[in-house]
């Protein structure tokens, strides 16, 4: 069974985003992309979460049941996480969770830059609560709703780069990490146009979905397997 990819929100179109996004950051690994279609069209902010969690967390059985390697929630609010982990007998990987951890193993000072406002106080407790608020520098909102990025995503990559040049000169920070799932469409276009580590969070959260899966099957066939 391959990686399940679940976008808690209703839109198709940031699916298909992050599902191309993950495949080219880990090729060779299996990954589907469902949509959760009882969902809000985004999530901005603690009420759509919560509107969110319960189609989402049904996904998650679902995708249990059917024997995935590992689930991807593919929020950068890490929606319902816990209680996702809790009904799943694979990994759970929060996107959310994997781009900080790769940030704070640089070693250096991140800031992230995500959509509206109302997901500061989100990414900042989820950051607190994973023991990782010494290596953060702040957590920007560029003002830029969460559908504008598969609407109009020029405009969004115009904001979000204005943005992370400013958490470069006036936070100090090392690095930038995405803070919004539908940002892997500019992920590319932001890393030749800024001088810093640019980290998108569906990448970090592919990568981390290998490396779990490689490991079970190294554990299931012996060292002697790898290569």
């Not at 590992?70 to 982990?85: K, Q, S």
């Not at 640089?106 to 106080?121: D, E, I, M």
């Amino acid at each position: 069974m391959p990686v399940i990819l679940i976008n808690p929100n209703s839109t198709a179109a940031m699916t298909a985003t992050m599902l191309a996004a993950a495949r080219a950051a880990a090729p060779g690994l299996p990954i589907e992309g469902w949509t959760s279609r009882d969902g809000p069209p985004a999530i901005q902010g603690e009420a759509d979460g919560a509107v969110a969690a319960g189609p989402l967390l049904d996904l998650v059985e679902r995708a249990d049941r059917q024997g995935a390697e590992a689930i991807v929630i593919g929020c950068f609010d890490d929606t319902a996480l816990p209680e996702a982990r809790a009904r799943a007998s694979c990994p759970v990987i929060g996107i959310g969770q994997a781009a900080f951890h790769y940030a704070a193993l640089r070693g250096r000072r991140f800031s992230v830059v995500t959509s509206l406002p109302v997901a500061v106080p989100i990414i900042e407790a989820n950051i607190a609560a994973y023991g990782l608020s010494a290596a953060l520098a702040r957590v920007r909102a560029s003002d830029v709703p969460v559908l504008a990025l598969e609407e109009d995503p020029d405009a969004a990559l115009v904001a979000i780069r204005a943005e992370a040049r400013a958490a470069v000169a006036e936070d100090g920070a090392e690095t930038i990490v995405l803070g919004c799932a539908g940002m892997a469409r500019i992920t590319a276009e932001l890393r030749r146009s800024l001088e810093v580590p640019v980290i998108d969070a569906v990448e970090a959260a592919a990568g981390c979905a290998f490396w779990l899966t490689a490991g079970a099957a190294i554990r299931a066939t012996g060292p002697a397997s790898i290569g």
